[in-house]
């Protein structure tokens, strides 16, 4: 039953109100999709995917907990289930018929199988590491000397005035971090304190904060003046915290058009370097770039991925496939050495199982089907 009313506060809750009075109760959390479940409407893999898609951040993230919503990732799961299925399938002629010089399977035919289904879970496995970025966002750190100009990227990219903007160096005492979307794909940007010795108790707390925040960073915007150079210090900090990429960014190149940053100076080899870009706030310059580039650098494996390779966004997705992939590779390795197909197989059932879990759903006589649908075993 559904009841439509005016909007507002006071008549829709004197409305729950009344149907309390008469029998009725609140639902629990997530009770609808969680009965959805239970009598089989939606797999567990679904149901996570109605949460990401309340909870999503960004166009990318709505885009995939919709594909995953629609089965996308079910459907994938499903595909290398019934295909791990058809491998054990196969193993019981060997069981049954060890003695026969030609099984009706050959073992090659089996690896080969084996190695496709392991090849399809790695395609899988390459989004996981972004993928878990688009529930949150990529933290995207903004570094460098005071007064290169950080905070005033910082508002561009956010597109409102949210960080101080000063003359002064040393304006930023701590991190200011917004969520924003960049080419649909979503970032924690992080507005940090300037790389320097500072002499000030406060500024020494925002340089230590940012240096925590680069530790975790996935990517790294290393600001630098058009008209200067990288600093020996800068180098230094970047080369002790940072593992993530760098993207050097030149700003101010409205006042500096002619001039680019030299590297040499400074020692810095650009190991990290993963792009090289130059900004002005005053006239817009490079900002468009800098939107395109940060997707293509933080989330290259979702945005070249095919529209057919689901994206996984949840960790408990990538560890299943992991093991899966693991128990399959455990198993050709045995059956290559020549053991007991019985023995091989017990790997594919720990596979089998793990790839059951993502769905939610246990069965133990699937094997038996495929084996009487497909062959004559017995008779």
Not at 52 to 65: K, Y
Not at 259 to 275: C, I, N, P, W
């Amino acid at each position: 039953v559904e009841l439509t009313c005016h909007g507002g506060r006071l008549v829709p809750g004197l409305i729950a109100d009344a149907l309390v009075r008469a029998g009725g109760r609140q639902a629990a959390p997530g009770e609808f999709t969680r009965r959805a479940y239970l009598r089989g409407k939606l797999d567990l893999a679904q149901v996570e995917a109605v949460a990401d898609l309340v909870e999503a951040r960004s166009r990318a993230m709505h885009r995939a907990a919709l594909g995953q919503l629609e089965r996308g990732l079910s459907s994938r799961i499903v595909q290398l289930r019934e295909a791990i299925v058809g491998l054990e399938a196969m193993l019981v002629h060997h069981i049954d018929f060890p003695e026969e010089d030609d099984p009706p399977v050959p073992v090659s035919q089996i690896l080969d199988e084996a190695g496709w289904i392991s090849e399809q879970i790695a395609n899988l496995l390459r989004t996981a590491p972004e993928g878990e970025l688009l529930r949150e966002g990529a933290l995207t750190v903004l570094a460098g000397q005071p007064n290169v100009g950080k905070s005033s990227l910082y508002n561009a990219l956010v597109g409102e005035e949210r960080a101080i903007v000063t003359e002064e160096p040393g304006t930023t005492r701590d991190a200011l971090e917004v969520a924003i979307q960049l080419g649909g794909f979503p970032f924690r940007l992080v507005d940090t304190a300037g790389l320097r010795d500072a002499g000030e108790r406060i500024e020494q707390l925002g340089i230590e904060v940012t240096r925590r925040y680069l530790d975790r960073a996935d990517l790294v915007l290393l600001c630098v003046s058009a008209g200067e150079g990288v600093s020996v210090n800068e180098v230094a900090f970047l080369s002790e915290v940072a593992e993530a990429p760098v993207v050097l960014v030149e700003t101010k190149a409205d006042l500096f058009s002619e001039r680019e940053v030299d590297l040499s100076s400074s020692g810095y080899t650009g190991g990290k370097l993963a792009g090289r870009l130059r900004v002005s706030t005053v006239t817009g310059q490079g900002l468009d770039q800098i939107k395109q580039l940060l997707p293509e650098l933080v989330y290259s494996a979702v945005v070249s991925a095919k529209e057919d390779v689901p994206v996984l966004t949840r960790r408990r997705h990538a560890q299943a496939l992991e093991l899966a992939r693991s128990e399959v590779s455990a198993f050709t390795e045995a059956l290559a050495d020549g053991l007991p197909a019985e023995v091989a197989s017990t790997h594919l059932r720990v596979a089998e199982t793990a790839l059951e879990e993502i769905l939610g759903v246990i069965s133990v006589d699937d094997v038996l089907d495929a084996v009487f649908a497909e062959f004559c075993v017995g008779k």
